[in-house]
């Protein structure tokens, strides 16, 4: 079986990725995801406000011990050479590419114009293959309007593309009100792949101890539907890659998000239960699918259950919701 296919552009043994998870820190551990058959590798994303934040409490430390003593300063490296995340993230991306053969893609979380150019443009030039754009933006100010958010999105997008000359993958929400014309102007401002969906981490909140709790929970399987759905409606409308991420546990969503037109599927809360080699055991499933179903290649099948191939278009739409209603007894 083939189970080649082609993400941005690269190349990749396998449509199954690791998408961007603290798993990836370890080059020790991309090399592993590599020999159990990652098609491709997310790096873990760079906040800047975390760099932000981490440069100036360095500066206050610099302030506060200069003043009082003229020595001070032969204790502290200067900026450059101080480990503040970047230099450190950098330099895993530039060992990991001589060690892999394997796609390596960055991934970005900035806040600012200035940090979106200057991070990806040193991503770039430590041999990432790709960057994937978190844009993790929760739009919570009463005073901003759609056209603005939509507007901040785009403009990251067009000047990451004006700064860096490989390819880019938006990671994006699924909140916006016209989810299909805002990933057509997404393409438009020069998105190379789009990645459905960005999970956000909400909030809970403590009864007990009245404090907001941020505890992580992995994805389950019943979360594929929602990028299941845009994945379907979009294929075949847009020349970009598509990626699926979210809810992703075994060779099954893989299959489904294929079938729905997906280019790579992305997982990490399954190699967190089960550990990397895991990769292995989806890979093979994903193999023996196909044999059994006699199809050679992912081209075979990718897409075949999109909405512009299934005989009922309207599935994916209006009429399917009515079809579960009538179901419910």
Excluded at 11 to 20: C, F, Q, R
Excluded at 172 to 188: D, T, V
Excluded at 198 to 214: A, G, S, V, W
């Amino acid at each position: 079986m083939r189970m080649h296919t082609t993400y941005m552009g690269l190349e990749l043994n396998s449509p199954i990725v690791v998408s961007a998870c603290t798993l990836s820190e370890k080059p020790d551990n991309i090399l592993q995801m590599e020999d159990y058959g990652a098609g491709a590798v997310v790096m873990p994303s760079l906040f800047e406000e975390q760099i932000r934040k981490e440069e100036a409490v360095l500066n206050s430390v610099l302030n506060e011990t200069t003043h009082a003593f003229a020595e001070a300063m032969d204790y502290f490296p200067g900026l450059d050479e101080y480990n503040i995340g970047i230099h450190e993230y950098l330099e895993n991306i530039s060992n990991v590419k001589k060690r892999v053969k394997i796609p390596i893609i960055a991934s970005l979380n900035g806040i600012t114009n200035e940090g979106w150019v200057d991070y990806a443009r040193q991503m770039q030039q430590a041999g990432a293959d790709a960057i994937e754009i978190n844009i993790f933006f929760i739009p919570g100010d009463l005073d901003m309007s759609t056209a603005e958010v939509e507007h901040r999105y785009l403009n990251i997008i067009e000047t990451i593309k004006q700064t860096v000359t490989i390819p880019i993958a938006v990671k994006l929400n699924p909140y916006f009100s016209a989810m299909g014309n805002m990933a057509l102007r997404m393409k438009n401002a020069g998105a190379d792949a789009l990645v459905l969906f960005n999970r956000f981490y909400q909030p809970d909140i403590d009864i007990n101890e009245l404090q907001i709790k941020t505890d992580l929970h992995y994805s389950v399987a019943g979360e594929i539907r929602l990028p299941l759905l845009w994945i379907g409606l979009l294929y075949g409308k847009l020349k970009l890659s598509l990626a699926a991420t979210t809810g992703v546990q075994s060779a099954v969503e893989v299959i489904k998000y294929l079938l729905a037109g997906a280019d790579v599927v992305m997982t990490a809360s399954s190699l967190y239960k089960n550990g990397i080699p895991y990769l292995n055991t989806m890979n093979k499933d994903l193999n023996d699918w196909m044999y059994m179903m006699g199809f050679d290649s992912l081209d075979a099948f990718r897409g075949i259950m999109s909405q512009q191939n299934i005989a009922d278009p309207t599935a994916y739409e209006r009429a399917n919701y009515i079809r579960i209603l009538e179901g419910v007894k």
